[in-house]
């Protein structure tokens, strides 16, 4: 590790840009800090056996020792994940800037990354067009309007101070890993205007996070709750971006009116289709966890508590027109579908083939001519 440290010191280029000295220079402490922490893993151990053959040391001892070996490898393996992420930074810079760099920054940053991915072993995935690096996005991680055991929303800004959304997924499992790299590409390859803009994402960070813009003017849960005189206006406009994300074949899978937003142009904006999956695989949730989701899924993406899921189970096109649904009646009702039922009592409404109850008073008045709607 002390060779790479040296190689990559040697390598001082004239005009190299402030992203490409960032990631040499990230490398170099990174590759310092990992030398030194497998060093004192080395020693701990050592330290331990000897322990062990003297027969000296109580239980407790060991544990703690144990515990110290435990956290130098948890230090090690973050170390590992931000030089992977700055080998990334470099790939991308010769791959996809390439025109944006000289000859010899092409050959330093060719030889740099070849020569510290042999010595270190770190494997860097395949980086797409729309990476974005963490060092080219800003925010307050105090700044949070939205939280919770997948990950967080935060704005911020990205490249020259663009305003934007940045939602991190914190994903401890390959597949979830995989499956958020699919879902942005596809997200990535969706243009309309009532579908909220996804400008980038950084599969190689941890946490995990994409960049999206900011639709202002909030979601339609918080809008409806102050003003109605709008809502068939959007919740049309609502439909349109809908149907645009069915002809491009995706599903969305997790509508409420949460994730219909209304961005700085006054329309309606569908967001967070497709990562409902990716969630259910984060850290600290279940695969079969449907907190938050149910009122609004239709019965054939909720699984009876004691079964496993199947295809069966996926979200489909009608299923959205179903949830689509729950969210007009959301709007309407100025609260969620079921109201104060809990989950499980949801759950058994919905498996006794229970229809959900039409609208009344106000609310049904509210809907007036457009009641055919529901």
């Known amino acids: 590790m002390s060779g790479v440290c040296s190689l990559v010191a040697t390598f001082v280029v004239p005009g190299v840009g402030g992203i490409i000295v960032n990631a040499l ?18 020693g701990a151990c050592r330290n331990g056996q000897m322990e062990a053959r003297m027969g000296r040391g109580s239980t407790q001892t060991g544990a703690n020792a144990a515990e110290h070996r435990r956290r130098i490898h948890a230090d090690m393996q973050n170390k590992e994940n931000n030089l992977v992420e700055s080998l990334a930074m ?3 810079e010769m791959t996809h800037k390439k025109a944006q760099n000289s000859m010899a920054t092409l050959a330093m940053m060719k030889r740099t990354f070849n020569k510290i991915t042999r010595t270190s072993g770190a494997k860097v995935p395949a980086v797409p067009d729309w990476f974005i690096s963490s060092d080219d ?23 020259k101070g663009a305003k934007v959304v940045i939602k991190s997924l914190l994903m401890d499992d390959e597949q979830a890993k995989e499956s958020f790299f699919k879902e942005v590409q596809v997200w990535r390859n969706l243009n309309n205007p009532h579908v909220v803009e996804l400008f980038g994402a950084c599969h190689v960070s941890t946490p995990a996070f994409f960049v ?6 909030g979601n339609f849960a918080d809008h409806f709750m102050q003003d109605k005189s709008t809502i068939w206006r959007l919740f049309h406009q609502a439909a349109v971006g809908l149907d645009y994300i069915h002809s491009q074949k995706v599903v969305h899978g997790d509508l409420k009116c949460n994730n219909i937003l209304i961005g700085a142009d006054d329309n309606a904006k569908i967001c967070d289709f497709g990562f409902s999956y990716i969630r259910s695989q984060s850290v600290g949730l279940s695969k079969k966890a449907q ?4 009122r609004w899924k239709a019965p054939e993406c909720l699984m009876p508590r004691d079964e496993e ?3 069966l ?11 689509f649904g ?13 109201a104060l039922d809990d989950d499980d009592t949801i759950m058994e409404k919905i498996f006794s083939g229970e229809e959900y109850p039409r609208p009344e008073g106000n609310c049904r008045r509210r809907m007036g001519a457009r009641q055919e709607a529901y």
């Not at 939205?146 to 990950?151: F, P």
């Not at 907190?291 to 149910?294: I, S």
């Open 313 to 323: 189970n996926n979200p489909r096109f009608a299923s959205d027109v179903y949830s």
């Open 137 to 159: 996005v800003g925010f307050d991680a105090n700044d949070q309007f939205d939280c919770g055991s997948y990950g967080s929303v935060t704005r911020g800004t990205w490249g």
């Open 212 to 217: 999206c813009e900011d639709a202002i003017h």
């Open 90 to 92: 470099l790939k991308y």
């Open 326 to 338: 729950m969210c007009i009646i959301e709007a309407f009702s100025d609260e969620p579908p079921y």
């Open 25 to 42: 220079g990230n490398i170099i402490e990174l590759c310092q800090e990992l030398e030194e922490n497998e060093k004192m893993c080395t």
């Open 309 to 311: 899921a199947d295809a």
């Open 291 to 294: 907190t938050d989701t149910v």
